[in-house]
C-alpha cells in the first residue's frame, strides 16, 4: 500500500511539475479584459443563419475566405494551399493554383488578380493564368509570421495584416491569443513601389480588414482585444487611428464591407468566460497552455454575424446556435443579396440570402426566430 501511495504521490508530483514549469513557447502578458456585453437586446441569440446553404462540402478543409469575381466565380483557399474556383452556384470545382502555403484572406485587384494573404508565404499575386508573384513577405526589416487578411483599395493598394509576427498560422492563433503580447500588425502595400509599410503595430492579433466605402478609413480586427480599430487615410485625422468599436460580444475575425457603406463582421464565436478569467492571471495562461487542447478554453460552435454601419452601429444580428449551425464563420461577403461565409477549419463554405422585404430584415434589437 505504501508503495501504491508513493507512486501515486509521484505521478501527482511529475504532473504538477509539467503543468507549472515545463517550457512553453508563450510569455503571457497581464492584462484585463472587460466584461462581456449581455447577449441580450441587439446581440440577442436568433436563428437566422439555420437558413445558410452549404456550398463545396468535402472539396477541402478550412476555406478561410471567399472572394468573388466580376462574373460571379466563388474563390476559396484551402488548408493545403489550393486556390480553387467555383461556379456561382458553387459547383464545378477548379484548381486555380497552389500557393504551398496557407491561403487566407482573399481580394482582387482592379488588374483582375487575385491578391491573397496567405499565412506562410507572405502576400500573394495570382494571375488569371495561375502564375503566383510574391508582393512582399516582410516590412522594415521584420518577417511576416502570419499574413491574414488583404482589402485593395480602387487604385490596387492591398491593406493587408501580419496577425502575429512571432506566432504563425498552425496554432489557429491560440498561442498569440493566449500570449497577447501585441505582435500584430497593419499593414499597406504600393504596387507602384512594390513596397510595404506598417500602418500600425503593437496589435493584439491584426485579423480582417476592410475599406470603407470612400477608401477614407480602414478597419482592422484586434482578435485578442475583442475590438475593431480604426486607421484613418484621408481628411484631417489621415496618419491617425482610433477605435471604431469596442467589447464586441465575440471573438472578432474577418471583415468586410459591401460597397454600400455596411461592413459585415465574422465572429468565431461568443466569448469565452473562463479565457477572459485567465487575462490578468499569466501564469494560469500557461498552466492552461501545457493543457492537452481539447481540455483548454474552447470556442463555442456558435455562428454569428453582425452587420455595422460607418458609425460602428449594429444593424445586423445573423446567429445560430445548434450542433448543425454553420460555425465557426470567419468572414463573410456580399454579393447582391446574398452573403458567403467562409470558415477556418470547416469542410465547406456557405451562402446566406437576406431577406429581402422591411418585415423580415434583421433589426438592430436582434431577437429570437
Known amino acids: 500500500m505504501k508503495n501504491i501511495i508513493k507512486g501515486t504521490l509521484g505521478i501527482f508530483g511529475l504532473l504538477l511539475a509539467y503543468l507549472l514549469l515545463w517550457p512553453v513557447g508563450v510569455d503571457p502578458v497581464v492584462w484585463e479584459a472587460p466584461v462581456a456585453p449581455a447577449m441580450t437586446g441587439q446581440f440577442a441569440p436568433n436563428g437566422y443563419l439555420k437558413d445558410a446553404e452549404v456550398l463545396g462540402l468535402d472539396d477541402g478543409i478550412g476555406p478561410e475566405d471567399v ?63 495561375g502564375a503566383i508573384t510574391t508582393l512582399s513577405d516582410s516590412a522594415n526589416g521584420l518577417a511576416y509570421g502570419f499574413t491574414d487578411d488583404v482589402d485593395v483599395d480602387s487604385n490596387g493598394i492591398a491593406y493587408f495584416s501580419d496577425a502575429s509576427s512571432k506566432f504563425g498560422p498552425a496554432m489557429h492563433a491560440r498561442d498569440d491569443i493566449m500570449e497577447h503580447g501585441g505582435h500584430g500588425r497593419l499593414l499597406r502595400y504600393d504596387p507602384a513601389t512594390n513596397q510595404a509599410e506598417v ?103 456558435h455562428a454569428f454575424v453582425l452587420g455595422l454601419n460607418e458609425q460602428g452601429q449594429v444593424t445586423h444580428n445573423l446567429q445560430h446556435n445548434a450542433p448543425e449551425a454553420f460555425a465557426p464563420i470567419t468572414s463573410v461577403e456580399q454579393v447582391g443579396n ?24 434583421p433589426a438592430p434589437q436582434g431577437g429570437a426566430q
Open 67 to 129: 472572394a468573388i469575381d466580376d462574373e460571379g466565380y466563388l474563390y476559396v483557399g484551402y488548408v493545403d494551399g489550393r486556390i480553387v474556383r467555383f461556379d456561382p452556384d458553387g459547383n464545378n470545382p477548379d484548381l486555380i493554383a497552389n500557393t504551398e502555403g496557407r491561403p487566407l484572406g482573399l481580394d482582387f485587384a482592379p488588374s483582375g488578380n487575385l491578391i491573397v494573404a496567405d499565412g506562410y508565404k507572405g502576400l500573394l499575386s495570382i494571375s488569371a493564368a
Open 199 to 301: 500602418l500600425l503595430d503593437g496589435l493584439q492579433f491584426a485579423n480582417g480588414i476592410a475599406l470603407s466605402q470612400n477608401e477614407d478609413f480602414v478597419l482592422v480586427t484586434e482578435t485578442g482585444n475583442y475590438r475593431i480599430v480604426r486607421y484613418w487615410l484621408k481628411g484631417d485625422k489621415a496618419g491617425t487611428h482610433d477605435i471604431f468599436m469596442d467589447n464586441l460580444p465575440g471573438i472578432p475575425d474577418g471583415i468586410s464591407a459591401n460597397g454600400d457603406g455596411t461592413f459585415w463582421l465574422a465572429l468565431f464565436s461568443p466569448r469565452n468566460a473562463m479565457l477572459d478569467s485567465l487575462s490578468d492571471k499569466p501564469l494560469l495562461r500557461k498552466v492552461a497552455f501545457r493543457l492537452p487542447e481539447f481540455l483548454q478554453p474552447q470556442p463555442a460552435h
Open 338 to 361: 446574398t452573403l458567403y461565409l467562409g470558415s477556418l477549419t470547416a469542410s465547406a463554405f456557405a451562402a446566406y440570402v437576406l431577406p429581402q422585404t422591411p418585415e423580415t430584415t
